[in-house]
């Protein structure tokens, strides 16, 4: 009898190692492993920034939205970018002229290049021209990028339809304008919020619908991670963070006063070509209105890590 049960369990355990192996290998996005990612985060600074003599007006009590993220990150690798390289050089006929310069790659010649911004970013640009006011409305546009960017892999998971950019010439003798290109934005959203930093994939559109340009800078998502408490900075200490022009602030030049009217917690990630940040993890984003002499003078954000470092 005690062998059997012992042949038994031991058939029980193998199944449960088989199955946690097949959902490791083959639903790797949807596992929450303990090990907090966390990276510090190196926040883009805006031209002015305004002055540091501004005054921080906080109300006491917020109530801060999508607060239930801040237990969440995630994990991302571009280990196939190089692939996704290969299939814009398949589907566009780009030479194999190829220029290294440390973390930038170009490959290509005269007007049809592609260039990969270590495993971060790849900007395409083909040799067609904005020729004349396009021809293709914005459901086509987006139909016509969406389609490709689904082709060439290129729209990773969480990203959605930003809306659409036009390029604009105008006449200076009658100020008619003419539509030359369209761009297509499309921006990453987990868990039903928005991701900020440069987590963005654009396609531009002339003519009839050619294809001018294509913009990924984005990561794939590898895993999902839980963030243990004592690795969240408080509501508190972000506030103190965002009054000494920490993280990323935003204010209009000459603005004295701040009134920082609501609180949120967004993901972040940082795409930027150059950066080593592997990681979509959650931040404060504080918005409100600026003041100068008590008279509004535009909007204010700011972004600061919710994560210890």
């Given at each position: ?185 499309f921006y990453r959203e987990l868990d039903g919020v928005s991701v900020s930093g440069k987590s963005s994939v654009s396609v531009t559109i002339v003519g009839s619908g050619d294809v001018k340009s294509i913009y990924y ?93």
């Amino acid at each position: 009898m005690k062998k059997k049960i012992i042949i038994a369990m031991g058939s029980v355990v193998l199944l449960v190692v088989c199955v946690l192996l097949v959902k490791h290998f083959f639903f790797n996005e949807s596992v929450v492993e303990d090990g907090d990612p966390i990276v510090e985060i190196q926040f883009p600074q805006a031209a002015g920034g305004g002055s540091r003599d501004v005054v921080f007006e906080f109300k006491d009590n917020y109530d801060i939205k999508n607060e239930e993220i801040l237990n969440t990150s995630y994990t991302t690798n571009n280990n196939d970018i190089d692939k996704k390289v290969k299939k814009i050089r398949s589907k566009y006929n780009v030479s194999k002229e190829e220029q290294d310069m440390r973390d930038i790659v170009m490959i290509g010649e005269g007007g049809k290049t592609i260039t990969k911004f270590g495993d971060n970013a790849i900007d395409f640009q083909n040799d067609v021209r904005a020729e004349g006011e396009i021809s293709v409305n914005d459901e086509e546009c987006r139909e016509i990028a969406e389609k490709l960017l689904k082709k060439l892999d290129l729209l990773p998971e969480g990203m959605e339809y930003g809306g659409i950019g036009e390029e604009v010439q105008t006449d200076l003798q009658t100020n008619e304008e003419t539509v030359l290109a369209k761009t297509v934005y499309f921006y990453r959203e987990l868990d039903g919020v928005s991701v900020s930093g440069k987590s963005s994939v654009s396609v531009t559109i002339v003519g009839s619908g050619d294809v001018k340009s294509i913009y990924y800078a984005c990561g794939e998502i590898s895993k999902k991670h839980e963030i243990d408490d004592e690795n969240i900075i408080s509501l508190e200490e972000a506030i103190e963070a965002c009054k000494n022009f920490e993280g990323q602030v935003v204010i209009p030049d000459e603005a004295d006063t701040v009134k920082v009217e609501s609180v949120e917690v967004v993901y972040w990630e940082d795409s930027t070509p150059g950066s080593e940040n592997k990681a979509i993890q959650p931040v404060y984003k504080f918005t409100g209105t600026a003041y100068i002499d008590g008279e509004s003078c535009g909007e204010f954000f700011a972004y600061q890590s919710a994560l210890k470092e």
